[in-house]
């Protein structure tokens, strides 16, 4: 590597490093040694569903990617990511985590959770009955708190 290329490539990694500064949280997933890494932007997904060993994740674009890696691996993935003022994603059992942005239904009745985006594409995620409880009164807390503002 010549001086003028060793010089690009760490001009190349102070623009980037800002680049990544300026454009807040994404969540990275890989590393040195995989083919492919993800920059996600956390405000842009949806949920993400558990399907054994494999995770698939879906954003409000209406576009869906499926990695292999388990539902735990995820959640420390985002957790060791995002900042807690940024974090509206949160795991909801042993199948889904989800972003409470997009919730648009709590159905107690049926033991559903219904997250759509602004085209109305929706995903129905069940959910146990006391996590589900747990999330409606919350969201009744908010709802009250911002009605005296």
């Not at 300026?22 to 949920?47: E, F, H, W």
């Not at 009955?129 to 009164?137: A, F, P, T, V, Y």
């Amino acid at each position: 590597m010549n001086r003028d290329s060793a010089r690009d490539t760490k001009q190349l990694l102070k623009d980037l490093s800002s680049f990544f500064r300026r454009t807040g949280d994404r969540i990275v997933i890989g590393n040195k040694n995989s083919q492919k890494v993800y920059l996600i932007d956390p405000a842009s997904l949806m949920c993400i569903e558990a399907d054994q060993n494999y995770t698939n994740w879906y954003f409000s674009d209406g576009t869906s990617l499926t990695l292999t890696y388990q539902l735990g691996v995820c959640e420390d993935l985002i957790t060791s990511q995002v900042s807690d003022e940024q974090l509206t994603l949160a795991r909801i059992g042993r199948s889904a985590i989800i972003n409470f942005q997009y919730i648009t239904q709590i159905d107690m009745t049926n033991k559903i959770l219904v997250i759509s985006n602004e085209n109305h594409v929706s995903r129905k995620i069940s959910v146990s009955e006391d996590i589900l409880r747990i999330i409606k009164e919350a969201t009744i807390l908010y709802k009250e708190a911002n009605e005296n503002r």
